[in-house]
Nanobody
Framework: QVQLVESGGGMVQAGGSLRLTCAAS????????MAWFRQAPGKEREFVAA????????YYADSVKGRSTVSGNNAKNTLYLQMNALKPEDTAVYYC??????????????????????WGQGTQVTVSS
C-alpha cells in the first residue's frame, strides 16, 4: 500500500508561483504513474498533470499547459508540480494520486480519475486577484 502526503500549497497573488510536493511512502517503487488533480468548490475533481513512470512521459491539462511542470524523482516516491503565472481560477484543493496496481497506464487513461487508486488528503491553493 502507498500513502500520499501533499504539501506546498498556500495563498499567492495572481502571477505568482508555487511548488507542490507529494511524498509517497510504502511500496512506491511499484507505481505506474502519479498525477495531480484539483477540485474547486462546487466543481468536480479535474486532471492537472501526470507522469507515467515507465517512459517518464508527462501530461498536462490544457488549462495549465505552458505554466506548469510536473516532475518526480527516480525512486518514484516524490512528485512535484511547479506552477507559474498563477490565476484566480487555479484556486482549488490539489490532490496527488498514484496508480499502484497494474503497471503503467495507457496514454488515454492518464487523465482519468479512475486510473488512480491511492490519494492524498490534498493541499489548498488560493490565488488572489
Amino acid at each position: 500500500q502507498v500513502q500520499l502526503v501533499e504539501s506546498g500549497g498556500g495563498m499567492v497573488q495572481a502571477g505568482g508561483s508555487l511548488r507542490l510536493t507529494c511524498a509517497a511512502s510504502g511500496r512506491a517503487s511499484s507505481n505506474g504513474a502519479m498525477a495531480w488533480f484539483r477540485q474547486a468548490p462546487g466543481k468536480e475533481r479535474e486532471f492537472v498533470a501526470a507522469i507515467r513512470w515507465g517512459d517518464r512521459r508527462t501530461y498536462y491539462a490544457d488549462s495549465v499547459k505552458g505554466r506548469s511542470t510536473v516532475s518526480g524523482n527516480n525512486a518514484k516516491n516524490t512528485l512535484y508540480l511547479q506552477m507559474n503565472a498563477l490565476k484566480p481560477e487555479d484556486t482549488a484543493v490539489y490532490y496527488c494520486g498514484a496508480k499502484t496496481r497494474g503497471g503503467n497506464p495507457i496514454m488515454s487513461s492518464v487523465g482519468k480519475i479512475e486510473t488512480y487508486d491511492e490519494w492524498g488528503q490534498g493541499t489548498q491553493v488560493t490565488v488572489s486577484s
